[in-house]
């Protein structure tokens, strides 16, 4: 099952060349973060159906779903603290949309956010299918990410594969983009550092501040049906 998670840019100025660019990394679920409605029309011919919607908190943006007809979309939860999730196909999807920290009083939110997503996955089934995904607003060398992998329990970040832009907001460097954007799962989803199960790389969104991420989960692993093993 493929899952792209997109930053799409609420201020995008070129909204039908962004929808585009996701489209054609022809997934199985779609979650479009900012997905305020100047992007509706565009999604509406491009992607699959919006399946569902939520926001990460209070007066932000929202993330829409799109997915295949074929992929059953459930448990749908907003939890207010930096992301909602839902279940595709069985797998659990934690979107995730942290707030940005570009002033003092964010750092502090955001910190919450991310030991309340920590907390999350404690919480979750050792082998429960499960993923978390999106915007984290914080670099994998950062304070804030180091705390939430202290406090977090085997869960560990997906490498995207080697391409020359495995970091995701190109405005953190010319020449090596910083990763703010992520996806994280449990060891029997992630695999060996050497021989992952679940493969990520990112693409271009045309007009956007952020780079998506394409999530390939193993075909052993998640059914079409909606049925996993």
């Keep these: 099952m493929r899952i792209v998670s997109a930053n799409i840019f609420c201020l995008n100025i070129k909204p039908a060349q962004a929808i585009e660019a996701v489209a054609e990394q022809n997934a199985d679920v779609t979650l479009l973060i900012e997905s305020t409605p100047r992007f509706e029309r565009y999604a509406s011919s491009s992607l699959p159906p919006q399946r569902a919607s939520g926001l990460t ?5 929202p993330i829409s779903v799109h997915a295949r007809p074929e992929v059953p979309i459930s448990d749908v939860d907003e939890h207010g603290l930096g992301w909602f999730e839902c279940r595709a196909n069985g ?4 979107a995730v949309h942290a707030i940005a920290p570009y002033l003092p009083w964010r750092l502090k939110h955001r910190r919450a956010q991310l030991n309340a997503l920590a907390r999350r996955f404690a919480a979750i089934e050792p082998n429960d299918h499960a993923l978390a995904l999106g915007d984290f607003n914080t670099s994998h060398g950062a ?5 939430l992998v202290d406090h977090t329990t085997e869960w560990r970040r ?10 995701t907001w190109p405005l953190g460097g010319m020449w090596a983009p910083i990763a703010l954007d ?5 060891p ?18 045309p007009g956007s501040d952020h780079m998506g991420l394409v999530v390939d989960l193993p ?11």
Aim: charged content about 25%.
């Design 57 to 61: 908190r209070q007066r932000g943006m």
């Design 91 to 94: 797998v659990l999807l934690l």
């Design 143 to 147: 304070r804030a990410w180091t705390h």
């Design 158 to 167: 997906l490498d995207p594969s080697t391409d020359r832009w495995s970091g």
């Design 182 to 186: 992520h996806a994280l799962a449990p």
């Design 188 to 205: 029997h989803l992630a695999g060996g550092k050497e021989e992952p199960l679940t493969k990520v790389r990112t693409f271009r969104i």
């Design 219 to 229: 075909g052993d692993v998640v059914q079409r049906n909606g049925t996993t093993e």
